[in-house]
């Protein structure tokens, strides 16, 4: 059955989604502004409902608070007005926000920091995962958060192991791989051939992300390890081939092309890995309309898509404060955002 046949009231629902995304004038005018003044008066004009009076360096936590309350407004539209399989789709897409919070949590506990201060718990409310984080606080350290969450047998304690093993800088990274390993197992990916596709996709970027990771870390062999499932011959050649071959095989993904050009000027390993981690909203803006076009927006993996580019804008509309806050100059903030700017 086609998509459209399948879920009439889903292409409106996601072209809906795409209204309400930034324009590039107005978050390239967010990235690049001189204070958090401008900052917060330019947000005030788009779709993004900020009701703060002043940003500061020091609640910047309410912006992101403010900002992931419109987007799970957003996706409690979706959800509300879907079938099982969309709200599926929703719910994990949500879950990000439960390794966000075990991330968090784990730098506050690591800096000696309050961890109920960096936790944001909407999410977690409407995804009836309260109680996972709540399980988490009081931690004395970083290790007994894996142990706890061992005994739940939730799939975040696996990054603790790894970074107990490979090093607990990397501990980021391994969440972020755990996350999408989590949403590998959504059981519609085995019914939908578009949304198995998405997370297919996302997964190879991540392993591919990790085998470059892997390589300045010097881990060698054990890089098969930190892959999920099977590489592919793009994560393949992120394994063992020059940075120069590496480029031109990933030139014929949805992120090649913007990667190569972000390092076209210096294209080592670790511009690679730096790039790879400021393109991510450029890529999934990207992916999210070669998805429309591929399988029309009635389709869940053009849903998919269109969250987690959603969710990226976010996240990377909260970086911009952030960066503006530490007072990082505009030229260094350029290098985050120029991939966006250029799509």
Known sequence: MIPVAKRPYLGPRVRGLRIKELPRDKFLALAYANTLEEFLNILKTTTYRVTLEKLTKENIVE????????????????????DSEVKEVTISSLKFFEYENIRNLSIAIRSGRNP?????????????????????????????????????????????????????DKLSIFI????????SKTPTARRDATYSKFIEEVKEYVNTLIAIRARLWDIGEEVNELIIGTPTPITSSAVRDP????????????????LLDAVAAAPTLENIAIAMDNIYPAYMRRLADIYIMRFTEFSLG?????????????????????????GV??????????????L
């Open 243 to 258: 940075p120069a071959r590496f480029l031109e095989n990933a030139t014929y993904t949805p992120w090649g092309k913007i």
């Open 176 to 183: 972020d791989r755990q996350w999408i390993e989590d949403l």
């Open 302 to 326: 053009a849903l998919a898509a269109r969250l987690e580019y959603m969710r990226a804008e976010v996240m990377a509309i909260v970086r911009a404060a952030s960066l503006i806050a530490e």
């Open 63 to 82: 912006l992101r608070n403010a900002l992931i309350d419109t987007y799970l407004e957003r996706v409690k539209s979706i959800y509300m007005s879907g």
């Open 116 to 168: 109920e201060d960096f936790i944001f718990w909407k999410p977690l409310e409407f995804t009836r995962r309260r109680h996972v984080i709540a399980s988490l606080l009081g931690a004395k350290n970083v290790e007994e958060v894996g142990e706890r969450l061992k005994q739940i047998k939730h799939l975040a304690y696996r990054a603790f192991e790894l970074a107990a093993k490979y090093g607990e």
């Open 329 to 342: 100059t505009l030229e260094k903030r350029r290098r985050f955002f120029e991939a966006l700017a250029k």
